[in-house]
Nanobody
């Protein structure tokens, strides 16, 4: 059974940094994109970033470009989201997700993803 477990969330002041981790288990992830989404209270779950197995394809939402960096360590079945220059509007529950690679499409929609973690809270104070 595939499991994705996020960690690294917390409370940080605006301008600060956090690094989220997502440990995957229970499957083989060689054909999977690993992505991050976030959901603020009362809002939809939105795409943040994704990375292919090789790391050769990386895609970010416009709102985080230049501030967030996604990476993965396949030997550890873990991917990371380094978040710098955090803003209060980054406050949300952050979810890790895994999407089977399907051709050339970069998965940036919720429906593209097959497995989800439980989420980790990130709160940025002003």
């Amino acid at each position: 059974q595939v499991q994705l477990v996020e960690s690294g969330g917390g409370l940080v002041q605006a301008g600060g940094s956090l690094r989220l981790s997502c440990a995957a288990s229970g499957g083989t992830f060689t054909q999977y994109f690993m992505g991050w989404f976030r959901q603020a209270p009362g809002k939809e779950r939105n795409f943040v970033a994704t990375i292919s197995w090789s790391g050769g394809t990386i895609y970010y939402a416009d709102s985080v470009k230049g501030r967030f960096t996604i990476s993965r360590d396949n030997a550890k079945n873990t991917n990371y989201l380094q978040m710098n220059s955090l803003k209060p509007e980054d406050t949300a529950v952050y979810y890790c997700a895994a999407a089977l690679s399907r051709g050339l499409k970069v998965p940036d929609q919720k429906n593209d993803y097959d497995y989800w973690g439980q989420g980790t809270q990130v709160t940025v104070s002003s």
